[in-house]
Nanobody
């Protein structure tokens, strides 16, 4: 089992920045792939970024260039640096973890079925 605990959410004005953190505990061997998802009220959950496979981190198009995902393996901590925030970034942000998929890649489908945290709220006002 893996436990994930997010922190760092809050309320900011458009153009501001936040850094989210997610600490993993438990069977860390199951956290080779980690990701951030978000879900706004009335909207479907969407993947924001993932990291850990043999390829480069992957981002959804509308956060590319503004968000940066990183991982400190020594601290078992995942980060999401969010800059130039927009009102449409408002959502509950969730951390997820899963094992590596075939050929060493991280797959969104595996992360959706993996371990999840409770979420941290991000609110961006215009």
């Amino acid at each position: 089992q893996v436990q994930l605990a997010e922190s760092g959410g809050g309320s900011v004005q458009a153009g501001g920045s936040l850094r989210l953190s997610c600490v993993a505990t438990g069977n860390i061997a199951n956290t080779a792939c980690m990701a951030w998802f978000r879900q706004a009220p009335g909207q479907e959950r969407e993947g924001v970024a993932h990291i850990g496979g043999i390829d480069a981190p992957e981002y959804r198009d509308d956060v590319t260039g503004r968000f940066t995902i990183s991982k400190d393996s020594a601290k078992n901590t995942l980060y999401l640096q969010m800059n130039s925030l927009k009102p449409e970034d408002t959502a509950m942000y969730y951390c997820a973890a899963a094992t590596l998929g075939s050929r060493g890649y991280c797959y969104w489908s595996d992360l959706v079925k993996g371990f999840w945290g409770q979420g941290t709220q991000v609110t961006v006002s215009s």
